[in-house]
């Protein structure tokens, strides 16, 4: 499973059993690909931009739109005060921005889709799953929101695990716990009896 959402990570179990994991360190760490690590990236490439060019951006006027923000010192210091509540917020703005062309936003979001491949890869060999057909369920809230970084994402899962069949979860994530949990419960009991 790619979980790509504020954060990011990929777990996976294979048939023996083996569950190997990769990513998931949060945002200070890791969580490369996430709405959190796309937004701090698109900010500094605005910024950068500006400097440049000393004219904000169209990507650049979006996001502060986005972030209710009149400039960039608003964004900085609202970004000191809680870099979490500012940056997965930028991610619909690049999105969008990508589906209608914009450079910047799509070379963001490539790079955000190899990060995560990287991580499913990671997952893949660790649990030698490159050849072999399994559910690679995708979840989080990147997902759907940009065709253009969908069909990247999934475009680079193909070369790593070209048997996979790539989708969504069957069953909604909070369900599939319980079920788990159910399992691991009635393991335990029969190991105790």
């Not at 004219?55 to 006027?61: I, P, T, Y």
Request: glycine letters at 12%.
């Amino acid at each position: 499973m790619l979980v790509a959402g504020t954060g990011s990570a990929a777990v996976g179990r294979d048939a023996l059993g083996r569950i190997a994991r990769a990513g998931g360190n949060g945002p200070l760490l890791g969580d490369e690909g996430s709405a959190y690590d796309v937004g701090r990236q698109a900010i500094l490439a605005v910024l950068r931009d500006l400097d440049r060019t000393g004219e904000d951006s169209s990507l650049g006027k979006q996001i502060l739109r986005q972030l209710g923000c009149s400039g960039w010192p608003e964004v900085q210091q609202r970004v000191s005060a809680g870099a979490g509540e500012i940056f997965p917020r930028v991610f619909p703005v690049v999105a969008v921005a990508a589906d209608a062309g914009d450079k910047t936003a799509r070379a963001l979001l490539t790079d955000a889709a190899r990060d995560l491949a990287t991580l499913v890869k990671i997952v893949a060999v660790r649990l030698d799953l490159a050849k072999v057909d399994f559910l690679l369920a995708k979840i989080g809230g990147t997902l759907g929101r940009s065709a253009f970084f969908d069909a990247q994402l999934d475009e680079l899962l193909r070369e790593i695990a070209p048997k996979a069949r790539i989708g969504p979860l069957p069953m909604p994530l909070a369900e599939a716990a319980a079920h788990l949990a159910l399992r691991l419960i009635a393991t335990a009991e029969l190991a105790g009896k």
